[in-house]
């Protein structure tokens, strides 16, 4: 699984990315997408697991940032619904979280992240993770 330690590759090398932002702090969210829109890409925003995966569903980003902390739905269940529609499989998810212990990362690989990112985001690394190529 990818971490913030990857190579970087700038959106110079590459073309802007669907991003679908999922995360309970609004003020994050909206700093976040700000941020993002500002790097090229197109951003929506879901603040629950429900309604991310909802999203995700329709309108089939190709990047999901995907807080593990969600109430009901948490994110390791949002990924896991993810991994288990065909339709969405190629979508590259990474999780934006606190928690960032080995076995943090690792139930969120076992979860199907492509990659980790723990936060504050460092927008460098992030926009590296963003842009990668799905393993």
């Not at 702090?25 to 829109?37: E, G, K, W, Y």
């Not at 197109?42 to 909802?54: I, M, P, R």
């Not at 109430?71 to 190629?90: C, F, K, Q, S, T």
Request: hydrophobic content about 45%; glycine content about 8%.
């Amino acid at each position: 699984m990818a971490s913030y330690n990857e190579p970087e590759v700038t959106l110079a090398e590459s073309e802007g990315r669907r991003v679908l932002v999922v995360d309970d702090n609004v003020d994050q969210v909206l700093m976040i997408a700000t941020l993002l829109r500002q790097a090229g890409h197109t951003v929506e925003s879901a603040y629950n697991g429900q309604d991310g995966l909802k999203l995700a569903q329709q309108w089939k980003p190709d990047v999901v940032l995907l807080d593990i902390g969600l109430p009901g739905l948490d994110g390791y269940e949002v990924a896991r619904r993810i991994r288990a529609d065909p339709a969405m499989a190629a979508m590259r998810l990474i999780a934006t979280t606190g928690y960032g212990r080995d076995n943090d990362i690792a139930r969120a690989s076992e979860a199907g992240f492509d990659g980790h990112m723990i936060k504050p985001y460092n927008m460098d690394a992030l926009e590296s993770l963003i842009v990668a190529p799905r393993a």
